[in-house]
Structures are given as structure tokens and as C-alpha cells.
């Protein structure tokens, strides 16, 4: 697993790339989190490099929505495999996240 | 492999090294000694060569001088004729070496004396006696001893002799020409001889010793032997004749330039009967007579202190590797002693005893490190397997207490197939299977009032003990939830409301809840964010659920949960499951996949409960290839008989 955060525009772009399991989800969270304490409220999740989450790593999005929500933040999701989708479908995941084709949509979406 | 021991190693290594050092250091010494060796009896014999030239000119020169000054006298007329016997009497007597004297003279030289005119002087035994020579049977003026001289107007030693009238003795006569002046001219008168015993020759060179055997003998002016240790050829044998007997060309070769008057020290070029290997030959002449003494000697003895020398080094060199190699054994042992202990010692520690004794080291050297190597060894291990001791209990009481809390989980959940003898509309199996000691997948079942039968599946998100609490929290509050209620969007709803409220943690449960009427078969089911199950018509017809609009439970406490509902025909079955049974990987991350689950299904509609989840089971098991087990595996199937 590799977390990669970068700034572009307004939002903080973290990329995920490989797998988030049950044996890195800890190592995730702390990455992404670190994120989220620093203040920032704008953020894309970049999952164009992401091949398989489970439920831990379903958790981690769902704490950053929490909080996203709590400080009338943004959270949105681009570029998603589609085993990624259908797991997301399948929870109903869909439902409570923006989830975008690409980086740029996500971007100029409102 | 042969066991073969360092002390073993190292005077071999040691041994050739010295093998291969003394063998170049004997060569050369070899060399040179051989070298210098020959020179100096080279030398030595040269020396003696000379020394018996000298001692033999000694005799001779002064003997040469007797006849000499009576030659002179008798010219300038010092001597009457009446005067020359007791005059030469006077000489024999101061002169041991001179035997006999004769002046004799040219004949009619004294008109009165006759033709003959030869006064003798000689010795017999310890008297000196005389006689006048000369008559018709010794008509000494035709002797060689007289005629040389006189013709070659020089003096002249004769060959040697074995006088045999006289003293039975060898002997040589040495004859100078005498003159007196006739009306005033210098005429021959005859001739003055000494006659001198060799006897002393023989002395002289039987003296002479070269190396065991070597000897001295010497040749006359035509070769024939004049002494020689085998008494048999003197005088009797020449050089030449010995070397026609003999056969050996090179023998008359340095006999021909010995008479010549040449010297050499020379490596023989014939053999003798007397020593059969190679001999080495030195020869000088003797200036006064012509004559010519060799030294001769075996090679073999020229180099036998040579060759003792080398037994000698050999045996002690031999004796001193010997001597090495025990040394060398002793060191070795003493030094690698320790090694040994080590090598017990170290087997002792690997079965466990990590107090075993070390040997004692009181040099300061490798073997102390090492030493301090295996001392810190057996200390760090001793301590290692201490904490490896208290961690393992530590990890067996978890454990043991994780084996507890998976017993208390699993009682949690019915695990008694059939669980309903007494209710025939239904039949139920369903297995559980935590990755780790426990779980956060769950099933369960039960009926309501007689006749709703209430079915969940759920998998909390993560693994372990975390999820295994959140497990029993949840299984309980659907227990108690649905004690009085029977819709599943309300138990479903009030489950995620309970579960909402102080999640601290942010987990969740995707949640499958249905309630069967098994009066009518009619179906109410919600699916909170769970795998679409699948439901098999007609023994037939395999189809998954639609996929849900609903989030898991626990996330958002207002979030509005709906129900669905299905009208179930008797035999048909609906295959419920985890995401462990769609995520099972195998080794390349390959997902066994909800078309596996579909296939697997379809190709088993008829089976039973339990056959079905059986034949999902080997399916995933032939996925996964005995790779580990990931997530927790959980599946339940339900058949309605109504």
C-alpha cells in the first residue's frame, strides 16, 4: 500500500495505490488522519491505483466522512476500479459518499 | 569424510615446507661442498706431488754435487792418482746416501795402469771397500753409464737399477765427464759416477697417503716404474706395458705426457682392477732426472666425507622433522584443547544448558575471544530464552483466554443442525469460520411467536477481538430487538440507532435481517450494506438478491432502513454468506468471486442445506490452495418447505 498527498487547488488529493486490508488498514488510517488533524476539510481520495479494500479500509472513508461531515467539509472519491465499485455497491457505500470517474470532475463538482 | 585433526593439517603443511626447504638447501650445499671438496684434494695432491719432488730433488741434487766438484778437481789436477781411493773412501763416509764412486778413466790414460783405470769405492754392510775396475770381461768404457756422458758431453743419471752383485738394492748411478789439459788442450779423461740407493725412494713414496687408498708412484724418463705400492712392477713393468695389458689407451695417453715432462691434475680416463669406479690422477715431473711422480685416487673416497656428512644430516634432519612434528603435535594440542571443550560445550548449549562450564583460558589471545564470544553467547541466549519463556506464557494465557472467548462466541450462535425437528416448514445450515481465534461474522436464527422465522447474517468491519465484541453486542441487541417486533426495517433501524449512539470507533456491520411467515411464505427481509444472497427457485432457478440501497449499520444512528419483501414457494432455498466466501484469495490475490458462488449454486440446486455450504466449502478450498485464510467465512442456507 502506498498513500501519496499532494495539493491541488482548493483540495488535498490522497492517492492510494495497492491494497488496504486488515494488515495495513491501522498503517492507512494513520496516514490519511494525519491529513484530517491538520485542518484540512477539502479532500479527494484518488483511488485510481487501488486494487482491493475490506471492511477495515471501508472504515477509514467512513471516519474521514464522519468528520468531513461534522466540520462541513468535503469528501469525495474519484477514479475507482470496478471490484472497488462493485464492493461500494454491494455495501451501500455508493449512497453515502461523492463518488466521481476522475480527479478532475471531483474537482470542479460544487 | 575422513576426520582428520588440525594438528594433522599443520605438520603435514609445516613438514612439506621444511622437506621442500631442506631439499634446495642440501642441493646447493651439495653443489658447493662437491665443488669445494674436489679443489681441496686437488689441491692436497698437488701439495704432496710437490712435496715429493722436493724431498726426492732433496737427496739427489746434493748427490749430483759430489761427482761434480771431483770432475773439477781431478781437471785442475787437485788429485794425484795415488790419492783418488782414499779420497773417494772419505767421500762415502760423509755421504750415507752415496752407495758407490768410480773415477774411471779413458783407457791408456796412466800409460803404467794398463788399458782399464777405474778406482772403486763402494759399501758393504757397515765397511767401505775398494777395488780397481776394469779388465777384458769389464771393459767399462762401453757401459751406457760411461758412453752417454762422454758422447753428449753432459752429465746423466742413468734408469734405475737393481744392482745385483752389490747391495741388492735399487739403485742409480749418476756419471759426470772429467777433463784435463793435454799440451794445453781440454780433454775427455773419463767420467766420475756416484752410485745412489733408492731405497729411500721407496720409503718416501710408501709414505705418501691420499684419502684411504690413493698413492704416489713414480715413473723414470722411459716410463717404467720406479716405485709403486705393488712391488711386483718396479722395474719390472712400464706404464706403457701395464696399459697394453690392461688394455686401456688412456692409461699410455698419460703415461706419454707424463715422460714428456707435463704436469696435470686430471679426472682419470681408464679404470684399474684396483678400484672399480672413477679415479682422479695428478702427476709433475721431477727436474733433475726426468722422471715423473703421479698421485692417484678413487673418486668414490675423494667424496666419502661428503657422502657420511649427508647420512649424518639426513638422519638428524630426519630426527629434527621428527622432533618438529611431535612439538608441533604438543603445541597444537595444548592450543586447540580449549576447542574442543568449546565444541562440547556449544553442543550443551544448543540442547538447552546455557550453564554449562566454559573451559578455562588464561592466554590473552584468540582463544580468549573466542571464549568471550561463546561467554556472551551463552549470556545473551540465557536471557533470550528467558524472555522467550515469558513472552511464550504470556502468548499461551491470551490464548488459551482467546480459545475461551471463541468457545463463549461460538455458543452464542445456534450450532445444533436441525435446529427445529418440530417445525417442518423450515431447514437451516450454516457454518462459521473466524480467520483468527475470533471473529466479527455472525449468523443467527430463531423463531418469533410460533411462526416468523427471523434470519441475520453480518460481517463487522476488521477482524479479532474488536470485532468479535462488536459481534456479541450486535447479535444481542437483534435478540432483544426482535422479541417483539417483526419487520425488519424497524429491527434493522433500531439496531443501527443502538449501535450509532458512542461508536467511538467508527465500525460497522454490513447486516442481512429476514423474517420468514412460514404460514405463507411470504418474505420481509433488509440489507443493511450485505453480499446480495441468493435464492434458488424451484430447485432450478439460481439469482442474487438485487443489490442494496441501505449503508451498514452503525454508521449514521438517523439513517432510514426500508424493507423488501419475497414470496418464498415451497423448496425454494436462499444461500447466504460473507464477504470471506467472495474475498477468499489465493495465493496470486486472485478473489474467488461472486461468479464462482453463482456457478457453485447452480450446479448444486437440489442439494441440501448442508451439502450446498459443503460443496461451497471444497470450492473455496480448492480456491485458495492452501493459502491463509484472510477473513472470517461465514454461510447459511435456508430451505422453506411450506
Redo the contacts between chains.
Sequence with gaps: MNVNVVKSGDYSIISVEGRVDTTNAGEFEKAVMEVVNSGINMIIFNCSGLNYISSSGLRVFLIVQKRMMANKGQLKLCSLQPGITEIFDISGFSSIFSIFPDQDSAEKAG | MKRTTLSYHIIRNVLLFCIGLFLVTFSIYYYFTRNTIRDDTSENAIFMAKNIVNRIEQVLTPAEKNPEIIAKMLESSFLDKDSLVPFLKSMLKGNQNVYGSIIAYEPNFFPEQGLYFAPYVYRQGDSINSSILGDKNYEYFYMDWYQIPKITNAPYWSEPYFDEGGGNVLMTTYSVPFYTYKNGQRTFSGIVTVDISLEWLTKIMSQVKILNTGYAFLLSRNGVIIAHPNKDYVMNQSIFTIARENNQPALRETGRKMIQGKSNFESAGFKSEWKPGKLWINYAPLPSSNWSIAVIYPEDEMFASLHRMNIILIVLILFGLSVLSFVIYKIVKKLTAPLKHFAESARLIAAGNFNVHLPEIKTDDEMKELHNSFSFMQKELGDYVINLKDTTAAKEKIESELRIAKEIQMSMIPHIFPPFPDLPQIDVFAVLKSAKEVGGDLYDFFVIDGNKFCFAIG?????GVPASLFMAVTRTLVRSISDKEYSPSVIVGTLNKSISQNNES???V?FFLGVLDLSNGNLKYT??????PVIIKNNKEAVMFE??????VG??EDFEYGESSLQLESGDKIFLYT?GVS?AENSE?K?FGDGTIMDIVSMNVTASPRELIGKMEEGISAHVNGFAQ??DITMMTIVYNG
Excluded at chain 2, 460481517?459 to 477482524?463: E, F, I, L
Excluded at chain 2, 440489507?527 to 446480495?532: M, R
Excluded at chain 2, 443489490?547 to 451498514?552: A, G, N
Design positions: 460481517d463487522v468491519s476488521g477482524k467508527s465500525m460497522f454490513t440489507n443493511a450494506g450485505h453480499n446480495p443489490k442494496t440501497k441501505y449503508i451498514p454508521l449514521f464477504d474475498e490475490n478473489l484472510s477473513d
